[in-house]
């Protein structure tokens, strides 16, 4: 049974920080390139941030650039985001996504609130 199952959401004043985890089961995590997508009320949802499974290579999205961190652990079936000097823009949930050839799977979300 393939499963992707976010946590650490919550919620955190401007400026704070906080580190999501993905933990994959029931396929081989270390073959499948990982992302992480966010979703707003209203709004389409967004590309936050990937990481290749060969090479470890990563992009971000330009509102996130130099403030969130995208990694891997192989050996732990964990991709993470790490997450820093959140805005109030940053509110929305997080989901994981995994994607390898003409697989895809998703994370059921994990909800990231930012507000004074």
């Known amino acids: 049974q393939v499963q992707l199952v976010e946590s650490g959401g919550g919620s955190v004043q401007p400026g704070g920080s906080l580190r999501l985890s993905c933990v994959a089961s029931?396929?081989?995590?270390?073959?499948?390139?990982m992302r992480w997508y966010r979703q707003a009320p209203g709004k389409e949802r967004e590309l936050v941030a990937g990481i290749r499974s060969t090479d470890g290579l990563t992009n971000y999205a330009d509102s996130v650039k130099g403030r969130f961190t995208i990694s891997r652990d192989n050996a732990k079936n964990t991709a993470y985001l790490q997450m820093n000097t959140l805005k109030p823009e940053d509110t929305a949930v997080y989901l994981c996504n995994a994607r390898w050839a003409n697989n895809e799977y998703w994370g059921q979300g994990t909800q990231v609130t930012v507000s004074s």
């Open positions: 029931g396929f081989t995590f270390k073959w499948y390139g």
